[in-house]
């Protein structure tokens, strides 16, 4: 390591160690990269994603009452409904029409549950292929949660609701093919595509099961976005984050921190997800029309020459905004990206910065090219170093 580097080390360990973090400091220091030694990014996030209060004499009480609540979630959304499920049937004198899963009533708390299964089920697919060219997710956690493994709940685990939801799905679709025999539904068919990771032995649990029970509890919590597609992917470098923390301590409650941090996050950037506020100033059209905006006062040649061919912002910037660019880099850049915008106060008009570098360290290319070439140029962005893109989106933000 260089000197340099433990220099840099050193400095955040002083700001970190301060009873009362000095907040702009430690987002100055942010922003040129946070190192992941010491579990010193995993913290600094936490701090600049405004979950842990800057008092650190706080810290313990806080987090022992937020980990609390995220438990209490975890019963009331999960296990108390699993349980309520599986002895449905076991006892029929106590079943009335109110808590009949046939009851038509949308109030009933059997439609919720149906209607929570076509969120898991979307949800599921999602974080079944989160970053599928690492292994990390499909591997045991080496800290299930004990509470929902706990074998003295009797209780439809998320992992077998989706299982029967799927089965059942399955199952109608070949009836409906003329297959009526359908003996061993678990057996015949293969309920997981061969491009989705498998479930692991009972006992332990997925990294990828984890993330979809975080986002199955935000979707409960938040009834108005609910899940959308894309969440899964700005949750992904948060978790991969905490849960890879090389103090244990921290490592160990990863699930309920990165709850609340995405929680925190998504209050930020959920507006971009609300279809209904698209053409609002809060919008994503909005921020995309941005981009171009800024593109025309900083580089007019190349942003006449997008006009002209009629190549718009919404075709590349609205998954370069929704999802923080985390689909156009591998995670190590992702997360190298996300140190310095959320180091940033403003850190939704740094990502405008960003994607503008992006379009200006590639417009010679830009220029020479036709529609077709420039639209692949966009969506399948041809820089790697991100290192170049922050550089450039800094001049920028100094130049105006």
């Avoid at 059997?110 to 499909?138: G, S």
Wanted: charged letters at 25%; aromatic letters at 12%.
């Amino acid at each position: 390591i260089s000197c340099r580097f433990c220099f840099r080390i050193q400095e955040f360990k002083g700001i970190l160690s301060e009873e009362n973090i000095n907040l702009k400091a430690l987002r100055e220091l942010c922003f040129s990269g946070i190192p992941f030694e010491g579990g010193i990014r995993a913290l600094s996030w936490k701090i600049l994603l405004n979950y842990l209060p800057l008092d650190q004499t706080l810290w313990e009480s806080f987090l022992k009452k937020q980990r609390e609540l995220y438990s209490q979630f975890l019963k009331e959304m999960i296990i108390q409904p699993g349980i309520a499920k599986a002895n449905l049937g076991i006892s029929r004198e106590d079943v009335t029409m109110e808590d009949h899963p046939l009851n038509p009533n949308p109030d009933s708390r059997w439609n919720t549950y149906f209607k929570d299964n076509e969120i898991l089920l979307q949800i599921d697919k999602d974080v079944r292929r989160l970053y599928p060219d690492m292994a990390f997710f499909q591997r045991p956690t080496g800290y299930p949660c004990q509470l929902i493994l706990d074998p003295q709940n009797e209780y439809e685990t998320l992992r077998r609701r989706v299982e029967q939801s799927t089965l059942k799905a399955q199952t109608v679709n070949r009836n409906r093919r003329g297959v009526t025999n359908v003996s061993s539904p678990g057996k015949e068919l293969n309920l997981y595509p061969s491009n989705e990771y498998e479930v692991l032995p009972s006992g332990s649990e997925a990294h990828w099961e984890v993330v979809e029970r975080i986002l199955f509890i935000y979707a409960k919590l938040n009834p108005g976005i609910a899940y959308v597609q894309g969440m899964n992917e700005i949750v992904g470098p948060i978790y991969y984050t905490f849960a890879t923390d090389p103090n244990s301590q921290w490592k160990e409650y990863a699930e309920a921190d990165t709850f609340f941090c995405f929680t925190n996050l998504m209050s930020e950037n959920r507006d971009n997800f609300i279809k209904s506020l698209d053409d609002s100033q809060c919008g994503i059209t909005y921020k995309m029309e941005s981009v171009y905006s800024m593109l025309k006062d900083k580089d007019l040649e190349l942003y006449l020459k997008l006009e002209e061919q009629n190549i718009k912002p919404q075709y590349f910037t609205f998954r370069w905004l929704t999802l923080l660019l985390s689909q156009e880099f591998l995670l190590p850049d992702v997360i190298r990206i996300w140190d310095t915008l959320f180091s940033d106060q403003d850190r939704f008009h740094f990502l405008i910065l960003v994607c503008c570098a992006m379009l200006i360290l590639i417009r010679d290319k830009l220029l020479a090219g036709d529609f077709t070439v420039n639209m692949r140029s966009l969506q399948d962005y041809p820089i790697s170093d991100v290192h170049t893109i922050l550089t450039k989106a800094k001049e920028l933000q100094d130049n105006s």
